[in-house]
């Protein structure tokens, strides 16, 4: 500092600045100091390979969780569960619920309206890269804040008083992997306290939609505790809504049925006092109030589009509220990137329109991932699959992507061609899905394009049975 005290960027002492930079100058000598320590990784390595005793640290990410994650060399574990959110993950969840409000009221055309209700997924592995992005998001959606010992760890998720929040208090719904019902058990008694102290505020109900819904429960007969349950999953032990399986063996009829399925599968509510509890009517008024359906995304490695778990939850989630409400298709579904440097809400048929222009319909991107062979073919029957998916649940059926997909993966002779020897199986799901979607009317294919698609699934057909009977037949001697 005295080497640079006449540096204009540096606050002259006294300045309202001054203690300011300090901190910020202290702070950077001691990361300095730390990443001096890297020479500790060997040694860490050589403790571990003796057999011998290395410390323990939490991992992370410097920029994102501070100098805590330093030194390395250190056994190091995911995150410490009695820390959620970070510092960083609740600014960055206050900004999503805010943006998230704004989005409904721009869509309202209502500059004073606000969602009764919202759902948020809450998945293990996304709250164990953010440090709970999407626990902040709830609880700034319901208008409250951690409350932090000396040492860090969150013992209460407290309310913010009404005058200081400034709006009404939003009711959320939310919806837990088995992963992270798992593993951050504290995290859901801390959000089950807070959603009773919601719901017992002495608050007015046009002011706190925790409390209006949990009154409504209670006069349709519910108990309070049911009243104010709001964290549900599958039943204890148990993972996954049951949807993609669904799809996948396209043993479904009504489109109805997938909605219900994940209803089904997710009715179970977890709190302190209960873990498991079957309380369908609470979630059914959670399902009827609620407007948007909220899910972070972690990572630029794999999207909406790529994996089935995405459909089978926030895609069944919408299809199920949809339903209950009555078809009228104003459940929204927004994706929330937390890798992005704003975590500004996406609606999801924009996420899925660029997707697919960048993925399955890139050109580039169909011609490399067809190249690895047969572990890419499944990649792309996988996507297809994913696609019926999503035109089940939310509807998303426009016919430009069922018709390139045609065009690029099953009538490109060259390009089927090569699907076909590299794995003949995921060919036949390509060309079997495209089938699918033409029957269950999410894609109006023209008669020609049906008829050539349906020669090649009975060409495929014949292919794997000569295939597997070649197989059984005795070698001669």
């Known amino acids: 500092v005295l080497s640079f005290r006449n540096a204009p960027a540096i606050p002259a002492t006294g300045d309202k600045n001054w203690d300011r930079y300090g901190k910020a100058l202290r702070e950077a000598c001691t990361i300095r100091d730390l990443l001096a320590r890297n020479t500790e990784e060997i040694s860490g390595v050589l403790r571990a390979l003796n057999?011998?005793?290395v410390p323990p640290a939490p991992g992370g990410d410097l920029l994102r969780d501070g100098s805590g994650v330093l030194p390395t060399g250190r056994n190091i574990h995911a995150l410490d569960p009695f820390r959620i959110p970070s510092k960083v993950a609740m600014a960055r969840g206050n900004a999503a619920a805010k943006l998230t409000l704004d989005m409904h009221q721009r869509d309202n055309e209502d500059p004073t309206a606000y969602p009764e209700t919202v759902s948020v997924n809450l998945w293990?592995?996304?709250?164990?890269?953010?440090?709970g992005e999407s626990v902040a998001l709830v609880l700034a959606l319901v208008g409250a804040r951690p409350l932090m010992e000396a040492t860090g760890r969150v013992v209460k998720y407290e309310l913010i008083p009404l005058e200081e929040l400034g709006r009404p208090r939003v009711d959320v719904l939310a919806s837990l992997s088995g992963i992270f019902r798992d593993s951050f058990a504290n995290v859901v008694e801390l959000l089950d306290d807070?959603?009773?102290a919601a719901a017992t505020a002495d608050e007015p109900v046009e002011k706190n939609f925790i409390k209006k819904h949990a009154l409504e429960l209670q006069a349709a007969g519910e108990t309070l505790e049911a009243s104010t349950a709001?964290?549900?999953?599958n039943p204890p032990g148990e993972f996954g809504s049951m949807v993609n399986e669904r799809v996948s063996d396209s043993s479904w009829?009504?489109?109805?049925?997938?909605?219900?399925?994940?209803?089904?599968?997710?009715?179970?509510s977890f709190g302190r006092d209960g873990r498991g509890v079957s309380r369908r009517n609470t979630l059914n008024k959670l399902m009827m109030t609620t407007s948007t359906v909220v899910q972070n995304i972690d990572s630029v490695e794999y999207g909406l589009t790529d994996i089935q778990e995405y459909y089978a939850n926030t895609g069944a989630m919408v299809r199920a509220m949809d339903d209950i409400q009555g078809g009228t298709g104003k459940v929204q579904a927004t994706v929330v990137e937390s890798f992005s440097r704003a975590p500004r809400p996406k609606k999801i048929n924009d996420v899925l329109r660029l997707e697919y222009r960048a993925k399955l319909?890139?050109?580039?991107w169909a011609e490399s991932m067809v190249a690895q062979g047969s572990g890419g073919a499944f990649e792309v029957s996988q996507r297809m699959t994913a696609?019926?998916?999503?035109?089940a649940t939310t509807k998303f059926r426009e016919k430009w992507v069922f018709d390139q997909s045609a065009e690029t993966y099953a009538l490109d002779p060259e390009m089927a061609d090569k699907l076909r020897k590299a794995n003949p199986e995921a060919f036949k799901n390509i060309v079997g899905r495209l089938i699918e979607a033409s029957s269950r009317g999410m894609w109006d294919a023209d008669?020609?394009?049906l008829a050539k698609l349906q020669d090649l699934y009975s060409d495929m057909d014949d292919q794997i049975e000569m295939g597997s009977m070649q197989k059984k037949a005795p070698k001669k001697e």
């Open 447 to 449: 008669s020609d394009t």
């Open 51 to 53: 057999g011998e005793y």
């Open 361 to 364: 319909l890139n050109p580039k």
């Open 253 to 268: 009829t009504d489109e109805g049925e997938l909605g219900e399925t994940w209803a089904s599968r997710n009715a179970f």
């Open 124 to 131: 293990g592995l996304e709250a164990i890269k953010t440090r």
């Open 230 to 233: 709001r964290i549900f999953s």
């Open 387 to 391: 696609m019926v998916g999503w035109g």
């Open 194 to 196: 807070l959603f009773q």
